[in-house]
């Protein structure tokens, strides 16, 4: 592990609490107009769902929302927002150079694309008769429009809108911490709005069907301006699809003459590309697996590569692939796979664990093959006094015990979802967070503690009268980023461990028991991670050889005060 790979890991560990970036100018644009256009929607569908009370409620609250909507100001901002989202869509588009994109990018370009195409009639119907010849699309005008004949179409069109939205706003929000705290309650709104919308639409057209009493103001000649506008608009919408489709095959066809290049990954992969699509994509059309949380918006950084080779010959970051890792703190040699675009042979690292797919080779499935980085918590247990009890018993009695330790102290930590790395004499080296977020993995790490706990107090009540001192352990438990990978007998078959400076801070965080007199030794950045207290505990700070911050650390000989909550 070189000096460079060990200085990211360090200090990438303030990427989880600097937050996401918002992407270049292009992609806040977007992400500007498309919360505009769901404010909208959900204004709109709001007053839909008012139909299970009564179609008066509907149109009632349908003052306040063309109040806004249908005002000077409100029209021209929800025209801007729309012809700009669809716009930037578009361009990004064709701007692809593979559709081997995730499947929840695929669904929302998909639906990006059916939305335009079914709303055109929707939006002729409402704002393009009512300009023209001052049809007012009431409630009771509407529904008695749309009922029965289009009521699927439009009830389709409701649901793509609002997927395509909930999408989106997901893979935006769920960067943030707050949003994965209220992701349960985010899904059930996520449902129950489109539930309530379509039941009052359903409801409120059903009422007027019954009545009949209801006389549509739109004339035979207004109909087919109706029907001639809406193709027209259909056919611009196609036009711009098709421009998009001919950008990508003409890009196609110009690429078959370029020169290739050769992108190199670990274990010895190398795959050729051409010129002018980004690192994500050349790896997803090869099938290589990297992260991309944010979707290739430069806005969350899990794409990051370390560039082992060919760095010199590649561009400067843009502003926002700089500004991403200025916020993580990222080493010159970091570059996002998203935004980077070569021209160039490279040798890249991913630096993200990702879930490879069926079709991945067999020594890529396993993520950790390459060396991943990723914030977890590392524990240190130790027997207290082990060389005394050598030098005073039996060896039979010596390896009894020591096995029954390691055994019941592993068990412990696998029973709560912790990895044992190895075993080092009489200490174990275990890890937490491998496999879930930060907080997670503290905790489970925090509730191990007590396991191991318990694990002392029945050693200590079954040692035979041999043992005159009493059995005694200390853990020393730290939280940081670390770079997880298989060392040795090449790779695939080496052995998981964790490298970097959270390891050796854990093990200071051990020695530091016989210091204290005490069982655990924390640092403050587990508690935070874990997001508790520790009540009761003694507060002290270490110095650490290379750092000019001391490290606070939390001290308990007893773990009763210790109380971790689920989760």
């Not at 909507?69 to 150079?97: I, K, N, Q």
């Not at 196609?238 to 196609?252: E, M, Q, T, W």
């Amino acid at each position: 592990m070189t000096a460079s790979a060990s200085a990211s890991v360090a200090t990438s560990s303030a990427k989880v609490r600097a937050g996401p970036s918002w992407g270049n100018w292009r992609q806040r644009l977007r992400l500007w107009s498309g919360l505009i256009l769901f404010a909208f929607c959900l204004s709109h569908f709001s007053n839909h769902a008012l139909g299970i009370i009564s179609v008066n409620a509907m149109e009632q609250a349908s003052l306040w929302h063309y109040w806004i909507w249908r005002s000077p100001a409100g029209e021209l901002t929800l025209m801007l927002a729309a012809v700009t989202h669809v716009t930037l869509a578009l361009w990004r588009t064709a701007r692809r150079r593979t559709l081997k994109i995730p499947r929840w990018e695929f669904a929302q370009l998909v639906l990006g694309l059916y939305i335009p195409w079914s709303l055109i009639p929707h939006v002729t119907a409402t704002m393009g008769l009512n300009e023209n010849f001052g049809f007012l699309p009431t409630y009771h005008q509407m529904l008695t429009l749309l009922w029965p004949n289009v009521a699927v179409s439009q009830s389709l069109l409701l649901l793509a809108v609002w997927t395509h939205s909930m999408i989106g706003l997901h893979f935006w929000l769920r960067l943030y911490p707050l949003y994965r705290r209220m992701k349960y309650a985010a899904l059930a709104f996520a449902i129950a709005m489109p539930v309530l919308a379509l039941w009052g639409f359903i409801e409120g057209a059903r009422r007027l069907a019954l009545t009949k009493d209801v006389k549509l103001t739109i004339t035979p000649d207004q109909f087919s301006w109706l029907h001639e506008t809406a193709n027209q608009g259909r056919a611009v919408v196609f036009g711009l699809f098709a421009v998009s489709l001919l950008v990508i095959v003409f890009r196609y066809l110009v690429n078959l003459s370029a020169q290739r290049l050769t992108i190199t990954y670990p274990g010895g992969l190398s795959v050729k590309a051409k010129p002018g699509a980004t690192l994500l994509e050349i790896s997803r059309m090869n099938d290589v697996p990297v992260a991309s949380v944010c979707g290739g918006r430069a806005r969350c950084s899990t794409c990051r590569v370390k560039v082992l080779n060919g760095a010199d010959e590649l561009g400067d970051p843009a502003p926002a692939e700089a500004a991403v890792l200025s916020r993580i703190g990222a080493a010159d040699d970091v570059r996002l796979a998203c935004q980077l675009r070569p021209q160039h042979n490279i040798e890249v690292q991913p630096l993200v664990a990702v879930k490879a797919t069926t079709s991945t080779s067999e020594h890529l499935k396993d993520a950790y093959y390459w060396g991943v980085e990723k914030e977890v918590s590392v524990m240190f247990v130790d027997l207290r006094n082990f060389t005394g009890i050598t030098e005073s018993q039996l060896a039979y009695d010596v390896v009894h015990l020591l096995n029954s330790y390691l055994d019941q102290a592993s068990s412990a930590i696998r029973e709560q979802g912790g990895y044992v790395d190895k075993f080092i004499g009489d200490g174990i080296m275990a890890i937490f967070g491998m496999d879930s977020d930060a907080r997670t993995g503290a905790r489970q790490a925090l509730r191990a503690c007590k396991g191991i706990e318990a694990v002392m107090q029945s050693l200590d009540a079954e040692k035979g009268p041999q043992f005159r001192d009493s059995i005694r352990l200390g853990i020393g438990l730290h939280f940081g980023p670390a770079i997880l990978g298989r060392i040795g007998s090449a790779g695939a078959n080496g052995g998981l461990t964790a490298l970097g400076d959270v390891v050796n801070t854990a093990s200071r965080l051990e020695t530091e028991n016989k210091n204290h007199n005490s069982f655990l030794a924390v640092s403050k950045d587990v508690l935070d991670a874990a997001e508790i207290e520790l009540a009761g505990a003694d507060t002290s700070e270490i110095k650490l050889r290379g750092k000019e911050i001391p490290l606070q650390i939390f001290t308990l000989n007893r773990l009763d005060a210790l109380i971790v909550p689920e989760g």
